[in-house]
């Protein structure tokens, strides 16, 4: 079965068929980068990744683009508030942003265009918008684009434009996202926009780009006329993206995008997330809080991207437990005891269940949830496997490769064993811990070897006692 996804326009699951045959040309809305990212946007952007590392894992060659917006309201206002100009303002929250994302086992994309290095192009798209009778300059020194040129505004949201109020404007970035009038492409420059660097010349004056322009400018510029995907949160669907589809495909006469994927929101503890409420978290802030970066990963691609998911300390606690299972999995496969002479197993058969299944769900939507549940199943058909006789090298070679090929997608081992490197000054501290212990269990002084088991396990360094042999291991 191809890949099927469920796109916002059309309100329906479909076939995804791309522009050319084996390519995949996709956009992501990114983050404005005036602050650090918290969960909700994660849950996005690790669902983006998904989507990177599945079209990449099925044979798609993809170029991927993820902006990073540098001016806007927000961006204006935070570096008003610091007293910076909004490139100082932008620059360290861009540079985080991007460590977050690697810490996270997101995989980069081709390009992460910045709105303010494409000023000229936005000039440029406002210019043939008024030559194509979609904008108009006003006399306040702004453009704004006429809905009434475009017949099919509101398509995406499925909202009825007929009604509104011709001419009425909306002049900010920040605005009622139920209010569908004439929007700003190029607004004239205040004195708090020349204060921090955030005004350009143009053909109507000093001023800065309006934010809905500047995603048709990155994506089409980047990417070409039409879109393969384009990728957001549910709260741009309006007007964000609507705005976007009047903008380019009134300037191109072309489709602007061929499927539209929109992820839902994150609530926190069961309550939508918000700073009144004091549960906006940040994803900087787990993770110097020393939370498990593979932990924080599973949570976010557990739920399907168009189902709710409820972030709690006590799911991210299970998911680092699902995680430290996937790796003990992996650890066990690599250290198994085989035998040439064994009879054939269950195993290969298992490992092509997995491959055909996983893809199954994964094609189905980019059902993560279901993916998960799969890659789960397979780890507990095959430990049952494992408890009996032994097996061929070549049989658990095939269940092993079977779990890195899948986790080629999901991206939890990876991001898991960078979190649990260990440097040797560790292991030596814990080899020596060990020969204490070993000691104080010979003298049956059973006190000081559990003492130094919970001094190792204040560590994250877990102990596994076997045959004459003590193994240990580093967990999240």
């Given at each position: 079965m191809?890949?099927?996804?469920y796109?916002?326009?059309?309100?329906?699951?479909?076939?995804?068929?791309?522009?050319?045959?084996?390519?995949?040309?996709?956009?992501?809305?990114?983050?404005?980068?005036?602050?650090h990212a918290?969960?909700?946007?994660?849950r996005?952007f690790?669902?983006f990744d998904?989507?990177?590392?599945?079209?990449?894992?099925?044979?798609?060659?993809v170029?991927f683009?993820?902006?990073?917006?540098?001016?806007d309201?927000?961006?204006?206002?935070?570096a008003?508030e610091?007293?910076?100009?909004?490139?100082?303002?932008?620059?360290?929250?861009?540079?985080?942003?991007?460590?977050d994302?690697?810490?996270?086992?997101?995989?980069?994309v081709?390009?992460?265009?910045?709105?303010?290095?494409?000023?000229?192009?936005m000039?440029?798209?406002?210019?043939?918008?008024v030559r194509?009778?979609?904008?108009?300059?006003?006399?306040?020194?702004?453009?704004?684009?006429?809905?009434?040129?475009?017949?099919?505004?509101?398509?995406l949201k499925?909202?009825?434009?007929?009604?509104?109020?011709?001419?009425?404007r909306?002049?900010?970035?920040?605005?009622?996202?139920?209010?569908?009038?004439?929007?700003?492409?190029?607004?004239?420059?205040?004195?708090?926009?020349?204060a921090?660097?955030?005004?350009?010349e143009?053909?109507?004056?000093?001023?800065?780009?309006?934010w809905?322009?500047?995603?048709?400018?990155m994506?089409?510029?980047?990417?070409?006329?039409?879109?393969?995907?384009?990728?957001?949160?549910?709260?741009?669907?309006f007007?964000h993206?609507?705005n976007?589809?009047?903008?380019?495909?009134?300037?191109?006469?072309?489709?602007?995008?061929?499927?539209w994927?929109?992820?839902?929101?994150?609530?926190v503890?069961?309550?939508?997330?918000?700073?009144?409420?004091g549960n906006?978290?940040?994803?900087r802030?787990?993770?110097?809080?020393?939370?498990?970066?593979?932990?924080?990963r599973?949570l976010?691609?557990?739920?399907?991207?168009?189902?709710?998911?409820?972030?709690?300390?006590?799911?991210?606690?299970a998911s680092?437990?699902?995680?430290?299972?996937?790796?003990?999995?992996?650890?066990r496969?690599?250290?198994?005891?085989?035998d040439p002479?064994?009879?054939?197993?269950v195993?290969?058969r298992?490992?092509?269940?997995?491959?055909?299944?996983?893809?199954?769900?994964?094609?189905?939507?980019?059902?993560s949830a279901?993916a998960?549940?799969?890659?789960?199943?397979?780890?507990?058909?095959?430990?049952?496997?494992?408890?009996?006789?032994?097996?061929?090298?070549s049989?658990r070679?095939?269940?092993?490769?079977?779990?890195r090929a899948?986790?080629e997608?999901?991206?939890?081992?990876?991001?898991?064993?960078?979190?649990?490197?260990?440097?040797?000054?560790?292991?030596?501290?814990?080899?020596?811990?060990?020969?204490?212990?070993?000691?104080?269990?010979?003298?049956?002084?059973f006190?000081?070897?559990?003492?130094?088991?919970?001094e190792?396990?204040?560590?994250?360094?877990?102990?596994e006692?076997g045959?004459?042999?003590?193994?240990?291991?580093?967990?999240?």
């Amino acid at each position: 079965m191809p890949l099927e996804v469920y796109d916002t326009a059309s309100r329906a699951l479909r076939a995804f068929v791309p522009l050319e045959e084996g390519r995949a040309r996709v956009y992501a809305c990114g983050p404005t980068i005036y602050d650090h990212a918290h969960i909700g946007n994660f849950r996005a952007f690790l669902f983006f990744d998904l989507v990177h590392r599945h079209l990449e894992w099925s044979g798609y060659e993809v170029r991927f683009v993820m902006n990073l917006t540098d001016v806007d309201d927000k961006v204006i206002d935070a570096a008003l508030e610091a007293g910076k100009q909004i490139a100082e303002q932008t620059k360290p929250f861009g540079e985080r942003f991007l460590a977050d994302c690697a810490t996270l086992g997101v995989r980069p994309v081709d390009v992460y265009p910045r709105a303010t290095d494409y000023i000229d192009r936005m000039v440029a798209f406002i210019e043939r918008l008024v030559r194509r009778g979609h904008a108009y300059a006003a006399d306040d020194g702004a453009v704004y684009y006429s809905i009434a040129s475009f017949p099919s505004y509101g398509r995406l949201k499925g909202i009825d434009t007929s009604t509104l109020k011709a001419g009425a404007r909306v002049e900010h970035d920040e605005y009622d996202k139920e209010d569908a009038r004439d929007f700003a492409l190029w607004k004239a420059a205040t004195e708090d926009d020349e204060a921090v660097g955030a005004a350009w010349e143009s053909p109507w004056g000093r001023g800065r780009p309006g934010w809905h322009l500047e995603c048709s400018v990155m994506s089409t510029t980047e990417l070409g006329d039409t879109l393969d995907m384009h990728l957001g949160g549910e709260d741009l669907v309006f007007p964000h993206h609507e705005n976007e589809i009047a903008q380019s495909e009134g300037a191109t006469g072309k489709p602007f995008v061929r499927n539209w994927l929109h992820v839902k929101h994150l609530f926190v503890e069961g309550r939508k997330m918000s700073k009144s409420l004091g549960n906006f978290i940040r994803v900087r802030e787990l993770l110097d809080e020393g939370h498990d970066p593979a932990a924080i990963r599973h949570l976010l691609i557990s739920s399907h991207y168009r189902g709710d998911l409820n972030f709690t300390k006590s799911g991210l606690e299970a998911s680092g437990r699902a995680v430290q299972r996937l790796l003990d999995f992996e650890a066990r496969l690599e250290a198994l005891g085989t035998d040439p002479d064994a009879p054939p197993s269950v195993l290969p058969r298992l490992a092509k269940e997995l491959a055909v299944d996983f893809r199954a769900a994964m094609d189905h939507d980019f059902n993560s949830a279901d993916a998960l549940a799969v890659l789960f199943m397979f780890v507990s058909a095959v430990n049952a496997v494992l408890d009996g006789p032994a097996v061929t090298a070549s049989d658990r070679d095939a269940a092993l490769e079977a779990l890195r090929a899948v986790d080629e997608v999901l991206g939890l081992l990876d991001v898991a064993r960078a979190s649990r490197t260990v440097d040797d000054e560790l292991a030596e501290w814990v080899a020596q811990k060990i020969e204490e212990r070993a000691a104080a269990r010979s003298a049956k002084d059973f006190a000081t070897a559990d003492a130094i088991r919970d001094e190792l396990a204040a560590r994250s360094v877990v102990l596994e006692d076997g045959a004459g042999v003590t193994r240990w291991k580093v967990v999240g």
